[in-house]
């Protein structure tokens, strides 16, 4: 019943841009984010904000090239990501947390996570 359900991924050209959303369903949550995960790499933090988005960050790598955002009436968060690079070529996730409302940067601060959409980056 509970789920998050991440969209918009595909294959652009480096340069180029792409959104990513995900639909929450099931009940309300505060802090979402979005997180990444590259072949043979550790899965890392991309973006977070918090229910208002009073407060969001980015990791170092994406600042000035993603922005994260939230529709509260639709339950669904956004990750516009502009400028893409090779090396942000993961499978992207979305988690969303139960009742903390502050800007999360840690996975295991998250309760729920999407299933993950392909994003693939060609030069």
């Known amino acids: 019943q509970v789920q998050l359900v991440e969209s918009g991924g595909g294959l652009v050209q480096a340069g180029g841009s792409l959104r990513l959303s995900c639909a929450a369903s099931g009940r309300t949550f505060s802090t979402m984010g979005w997180f990444r995960q590259a072949p043979g790499k550790e899965r890392e933090f991309v973006a977070t904000i918090t229910r208002g988005g009073s407060a969001t960050e980015y990791r170092d790598s994406v600042k000035g090239r993603f922005t994260i955002s939230r529709d509260n009436a639709k339950d669904t968060v956004y990750l516009q990501m502009g400028s893409l690079k090779p090396e942000d070529t993961a499978v992207y996730y979305c988690?969303?947390?139960?009742?903390?409302?502050?800007?999360?940067?840690?996975?295991?601060?998250?309760?729920?996570w999407g299933q993950g959409t392909q994003v693939t980056v060609s030069s």
């Open positions: 988690a969303a947390a139960l009742y903390r409302d502050y800007a999360l940067t840690g996975a295991g601060q998250y309760d729920y």
